[in-house]
T-cell receptor
Framework: GQNIDQPTEMTATEGAIVQINCTYQ??????LFWYQQHAGEAPTFLSY????GLEEKGRFSSFLSRSKGYSYLLLKELQMKDSASYLC????????????FGAGTQVVVTP | EAQVTQNPRYLITVTGKKLTVTCSQN?????MSWYRQDPGLGLRQIYY???????DKGDVPEGYKVSRKEKRNFPLILESPSPNQTSLYFC?????????????FGPGTRLTVL
């Protein structure tokens, strides 16, 4: 099985930067996703990492270190609309079809 | 419009009354999956399907059945619902199960079992 940990909640000010950490313990690893989920809505894809390093996509970046079982999602120039839950999800080696999610990090952006 | 649809969006039922939640995608995706989302627990995978007639258990399959008779549809069946199956359910699909393919989620079905 897999254990995926992320903080429950983070608060940051509009215009600031927030880093959401995700640590995982798995029997194997085939990739890590980050999804965004606004209250009452479906999750939407943000990023995918399978190799070590930083992937940048506009205001959002995602980093992966496979040796440390660690990833982070970096949100820059925070906007009010970034208030949402951010979900870390890992594909292990049991099956390509099995995706396991962390409990999510609620980010609250304040004026 | 490319989308994943689920029906019904909201359902209140009673213990033991069989129900089916439908899921359909119009993107010709091979892979489909069902999740339930509960406060503090995040999304947990119930069943997934790599292709037509190929289904497999996720982490919480007990009390659920699925079928994949055609590519676009992946219904979730609760033969005898119980109150602990009260949850928010999401269906998702992706082009294939290989790692980099993002999953597209349906709008969710909020189920209450009394």
């Amino acid at each position: 099985g897999q254990n995926i940990d992320q903080p429950t909640e983070m608060t940051a000010t509009e215009g600031a930067i927030v880093q959401i950490n995700c640590t995982y313990q798995t029997s194997g690893f085939n990739g890590l996703f980050w999804y965004q989920q606004h209250a009452g809505e479906a999750p939407t894809f943000l990023s995918y990492n399978v190799l070590d390093g930083l992937e940048e996509k506009g205001r959002f970046s995602s980093f992966l270190s496979r040796s440390k079982g660690y990833s982070y999602l970096l949100l820059k120039e925070l906007q009010m609309k970034d208030s949402a839950s951010y979900l870390c999800a890992v594909i292990g080696t049991d099956s390509w079809g099995k995706l396991q999610f962390g409990a999510g990090t609620q980010v609250v952006v304040t004026p | 419009e490319a989308q994943v649809t689920q029906n019904p969006r909201y359902l209140i039922t009673v213990t033991g009354k069989k129900l089916t939640v439908t899921c359909s995608q119009n993107m010709n995706h091979e892979y489909m999956s069902w999740y339930r989302q509960d406060p503090g627990l995040g999304l947990r995978q119930i069943y997934y399907s790599m292709n037509v007639e190929v289904t497999d258990k996720g982490d919480v399959p007990e009390g659920y059945k699925v079928s994949r008779k055609e590519k676009r549809n992946f219904p979730l069946i609760l033969e005898s619902p119980s109150p602990n199956q009260t949850s928010l359910y999401f269906c998702a699909s992706s082009l294939s199960s290989s790692g980099s393919n993002e999953q597209f989620f349906g709008p969710g079905t909020r189920l209450t079992v009394l």
